[in-house]
């Protein structure tokens, strides 16, 4: 899980809120709307381009607008005195995979959460210290800090520890350092050159892929003798 900086909400959303203030302002009437197209391309930018949960790439195509704390939730709080409910609120939004929000198929992610949802024992991807929760390996398995129950519960429930996400994680890993016989292996120098921008979007503004695997994974790589 890479850490989101959260910006600023586009100003079509701005825009859109100010004109529907006093009517109906939910996440439903938004949908379909210019300002639903472009809130959907300040979060994929805002992200670089990779799924906020799972770290894969994304695309507008693949895509779906999550809410993290639910929008089953955010309608029962409809009676609390607030100008806009959460399911319109940027900071509770971000971009996952895939397109259908509801499509279970794919095993993981966002759509396995579904309605899920508990503040406390969920690491949002809008925290500051949400990579440093987590642990990878070699082999794409990822695992809790000791004794962190929150990091435990959000793999369960968003299911990041299945086989379909390991072996996407895996082939990454085996790709980008060279592993395979008809690579070559990530020079030392180069490895170091990455770990310094890993993190960082490139000229297009996408991230790579499970960056945050590597990020963790290089300091490994460079002390091996």
């Not at 529907?20 to 809130?39: F, I, M, R, T, V």
């Not at 799972?54 to 709080?77: F, M, V, W, Y």
Request: proline fraction near 4%; charged fraction near 30%.
């Amino acid at each position: 899980m890479k850490r989101i900086r959260k910006t600023h909400p586009p100003k079509e959303l701005l825009e859109w809120l100010k004109e529907n203030e006093g009517l109906d302002c939910s996440y439903s009437a938004l949908q379909g709307k210019p300002a639903h197209k472009a809130l959907k391309r300040q979060l994929l930018k805002e992200q670089g381009y990779i799924c906020a949960y799972t770290g894969i790439r994304i695309s507008e195509a693949d895509s779906h607008i999550e809410h993290l704390k639910p929008q089953n939730i955010c309608k029962q709080e409809e009676g609390l005195e607030k100008k806009y409910l959460d399911d319109v609120e940027y900071h509770n939004m971000v971009a996952c995979f895939p397109e259908d929000g509801g499509d279970v198929s794919f095993g993981y992610g966002a759509p396995v959460k579904g309605g899920w949802w508990n503040g406390s024992e969920f690491v949002s991807p809008c925290q500051t210290d949400c990579e440093k929760r987590f642990i990878y390996g070699w082999k794409g398995e990822i695992k809790c800090v000791d004794g962190d129950k929150a990091a435990e519960t959000t793999i369960k429930t968003l299911d990041l520890g299945t086989r379909r996400l390991k072996d996407k994680r895996y082939r990454r890993i085996v790709g980008f350092f060279g592993f395979s016989k008809k690579a070559k292996d990530l020079s030392q120098q180069d490895a170091k050159r990455l770990l310094a921008v890993i993190s960082e979007p490139n000229s297009t503004g996408h991230c790579t892929e499970f960056c945050f695997v590597f990020k963790q994974l290089l300091p490994k790589y460079i002390k091996q003798p």
